[in-house]
């Protein structure tokens, strides 16, 4: 099987297998605890939240660990919705994770307002500036990179026009860390990411908050994290998450991934030359350099595609993990201004630091057989 589903999961690396391995075997206290083996326990936490402020850009106590993005970006909405009560408003972009738009509309409704995306899946940030001028918003939402797509938002411009604005920013950056360098995350108000994005474990993921400041906690319990997140910390996976983000931080800073980007490229234009009524969704635009979102030429049944090319022994996505098995149009596309029958064909196929050129070359192929099963089907 050669996998093409990174944004969905990546393997985790031999790294993050060894820290998470070494602190299962060596630390066995909780890290609440007053003994020496609480001790342990707590040190590995303090270093892994160091090490990852120190990436982000930020002071250790303005992260806090959680089961993953989904429980980080539902913090802050839960948070957001306590303090600004009910008159509060957030601004929340048009493509965001589920886990961000439905929380958002959960807890505001229609206070939570629609910031548009143009036709290539890119956040209107004359839409932002022109609408902050006559309004203020508790909180504006806009994710760094979107997992369908790959297309790259200009958060740090976002940001600087909310700040300008004293509106605090918060991004969801699940599928940019571990993609493109952490510099400047930091500096946004909050920032959600989750290990298994970046060769970390599954179920283990971060929330960073603005300045060492208190966020009202989502789980109630004990008083964790600063009484901020309830619940034992779970010192293994949070030092897996760090092993795997160091990894990738050296990785991104020796540019590899650019030849990475060369190569899904060339798949890409390989692509267009072989199934020329296909497009790739977003090409104009900056994207992470290891997805391609393709709408395919043939039909309206993506789900086709996935199956077809898992039997072909290639791991590819109909957009999200999470509406995988649904087959419906996606609310990214649909977004963008595509229609459904032209979402219906989206097709995602995301690699990773462990995809070769020979990975790619493969695909290709497999893709190309596979239209031309389906065009004898049809
Ligand atoms: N945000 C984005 C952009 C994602 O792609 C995902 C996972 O697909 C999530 C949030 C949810 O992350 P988790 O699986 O850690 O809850």
Redesign the pocket.
């Known amino acids: 099987m050669i996998y093409f589903d990174y ?2 999961t990546a393997p985790v690396m031999r790294e993050a297998r060894e820290a998470w391995l070494h602190v299962t075997e060596k630390i066995d206290g909780n890290p609440s605890s007053m003994h020496q083996a609480g001790s342990r326990a707590a040190i590995a936490l303090a270093n892994a939240r160091e090490s990852l402020a120190a990436m982000l850009g930020c002071h250790p106590l303005d992260i806090v660990w959680t089961s ?3 429980e980080a ?1 539902n913090m802050v909405m839960h948070h957001f919705a306590k303090k600004l009560g009910a008159g509060g408003e957030v601004w929340v972009s048009a493509i965001e ?1 589920p ?1 961000v738009d439905d929380s958002s509309k959960h807890y505001f409704g229609k206070r939570a307002k629609t910031i548009p995306v143009t036709r290539d899946g890119v956040i209107d940030l004359d839409w932002l500036t022109m609408e902050l001028a006559d309004a203020r918003p508790g909180l504006v939402a806009i ?1 760094a990179a979107n ?1 369908e797509t790959g297309v790259i938002q200009p958060w740090r411009e976002a940001m600087a026009i909310c700040h300008s604005y004293k509106v605090p920013f918060f991004t ?1 950056a ?2 940019y860390i571990g993609k493109m360098p952490c510099k400047g995350l930091g500096d946004c108000d909050y920032v959600s990411g ?1 290990a ?1 994005k970046f060769g970390g474990p599954r179920g283990v ?1 971060f929330l960073k908050i603005p300045h060492r400041s208190h966020i009202t906690p989502l789980l109630l319990g004990g008083k964790q994290e600063g009484g901020r997140r309830a619940g034992t910390e779970n010192v293994a996976t949070i030092a897996a998450l760090v092993a795997a983000l160091e990894v990738r931080e050296k990785q991104i800073a020796r540019s590899e991934h650019l030849l990475r980007k060369l190569w899904r490229d060339n798949f890409e234009a390989a692509f267009l030359r072989a199934l020329p009524a296909a497009s790739i969704i977003g090409q104009n635009v900056p994207r992470l350099w290891n997805t391609v979102s393709a709408l395919m030429p043939d039909g309206d049944r993506k789900l086709q595609w996935v199956i077809r090319l898992d039997k072909a022994g290639f791991a590819v996505s109909t957009g ?3 509406t995988t098995g649904k087959e419906e149009p996606s609310h990214v596309l649909s977004a963008m201004g595509y229609k459904s029958a032209h979402a219906m064909r989206a097709v995602r196929m995301s690699a990773g630091w462990e995809t070769t050129e020979a990975d790619w070359d493969a695909l290709l192929k497999a893709v190309v057989k596979v239209h031309g099963e389906m065009q004898q089907k049809a």
């Open positions: 944004n969905a993953g993005a989904t970006n994770h886990c994710m997992n969801d699940v599928q989750a298994h993921g999200s993990a999470c």
